[in-house]
């Protein structure tokens, strides 16, 4: 059975931080692009940053210079560092792995994230 399990989700004021964590199994997930998505309530699901079995990055301009996406492979883990986070990013984050040439998508349960005081 594939799984991407979420993890790291909580609590955390605004200018602070938070690593979320997406541990996979079932598959490994080496050539697979991988990225976190997330979605706030009344909005759809948006990407906001992603990672290619090379390594390249992308990010949504709102998280840009503030959240990172690593991988390590070795561990079938993909990981977002969230710094200076702001109210607006309180959503649920979810997981998300993608292997295009077998049309393969998997998304994780999802994590929640709530900034506030």
């Known amino acids: 059975q594939v799984q991407l399990v979420e993890s790291g989700g909580g609590l955390v004021q605004p200018g602070g931080s938070l690593r979320l964590s997406c541990a996979g199994s079932?598959?490994?997930?080496?050539?697979?692009?991988m990225g976190w998505y997330r979605q706030a309530p009344g909005n759809q699901r948006e990407l906001v940053a992603g990672?290619?079995?090379?390594?390249?990055?992308n990010y949504a301009d709102s998280v840009k210079g503030r959240f990172t996406i690593s991988r390590d492979n070795a561990k079938n883990t993909v990981y977002l560092q969230m710094n200076t986070v702001e109210p607006e990013d309180t959503a649920v984050y979810y997981c998300?792995?993608?292997?295009?040439?077998?049309?393969?998508?998997?998304w994780g349960q999802g994590t929640q994230v709530t900034v506030s005081l």
């Open positions: 998300h792995a993608k292997f295009a040439p077998l049309n393969e998508v998997y």
């Open positions: 990672i290619t079995n090379l390594g390249s990055t």
């Open positions: 079932g598959r490994i997930f080496t050539r697979y692009y």
